[in-house]
């Protein structure tokens, strides 16, 4: 079974800090992807990263995929108050209709 | 595009009872996937089903079990519920189109069981 690290578990900033969030995994990911689930709702998919070494943007997200495609890391900068949740890294899990989650880290930004 | 629905969104049973949980897609997404998120363990793959075939199964007992309809609608069941039950469920679809098996996630059940 190939499992995801997230890192860290909690996060607690203040509005307009930067931060970054890490998931880690000791199996190579042909793919990787990045959800968002605020409370009371279901994910809700960001961005997927295919190629070793890509690099994403999202308005203030950014999104790296590490060379040798066992790690991923998700960068916020000027954190706000809207990007509080839980932010989910997943990839295939053995099979093309089954995905692997990561445990999350749970992000709060205070005004 | 409508999202992804569930009902219920809230229930409440006590040990042993059974349990159903509906699922609708998106509309032309043939795919179903059911998660149990908790706080301990995450989300955790339960199985995935594809024209009304489970394609996929993760490791949870028998007494987790599913089925898809015709119209792609999906229906998960938990028989004799225990305790540690308890969670939110999750249905996501994809579609055909998804290269990388991106799910679109509906807004959960939340099961508690006393």
């Known amino acids: 079974t190939q499992l995801l690290e997230q890192s860290p578990q909690f996060l607690s900033i203040q509005e307009g800090e930067n931060l970054t969030v890490y998931c880690n995994s000791s199996?190579?990911?042909?793919?990787l992807q990045w959800y968002r689930q605020e409370p009371g709702e279901g994910p809700v998919l960001l961005v997927t990263?295919?190629?070793?070494?890509e690099v994403k943007k999202l308005k203030r997200l950014t999104f790296q995929f590490g060379d040798a495609r066992k790690d991923s890391s998700l960068h916020i900068t000027a954190a706000q108050p809207g990007d509080t949740g839980l932010y989910l890294c997943?990839?295939?899990?053995?099979?093309?209709?089954?995905?692997?989650f990561g445990k999350g880290t749970l992000l709060t930004v205070n005004p | 595009k409508a999202g992804v629905t569930q009902t219920p969104r809230y229930l409440i049973k006590t040990r042993g009872q059974q349990v159903t949980l509906s699922c609708s897609p998106i509309?032309?997404?043939?795919?179903v996937s059911w998660y149990q998120q908790t706080p301990g363990q995450g989300l955790q793959f339960l199985f995935e089903?594809?024209?009304?075939?489970?394609?996929n199964k993760g490791n949870f007992p028998g007494r987790f079990s599913g089925r898809q309809f015709s119209n792609s609608r999906s229906e998960m069941n938990v028989s004799t519920l225990e305790l540690g039950d308890s969670a939110l469920y999750l249905c996501?679809?994809?579609?055909?189109?998804?290269?990388?098996?991106?799910?679109?996630f509906g807004p959960g059940t939340r099961l508690t069981v006393l």
């Open positions: 199996s190579v990911f042909s793919s």
């Open positions: 990263v295919v190629t070793g070494g």
């Open positions: 089903y594809f024209s009304e075939t489970q394609r």
């Open positions: 509309s032309g997404h043939r795919s």
């Open positions: 997943a990839g295939p899990g053995g099979s093309n209709y089954k995905l692997t």
């Open positions: 996501a679809s994809s579609g055909q189109g998804a290269a990388y098996n991106e799910q679109f």
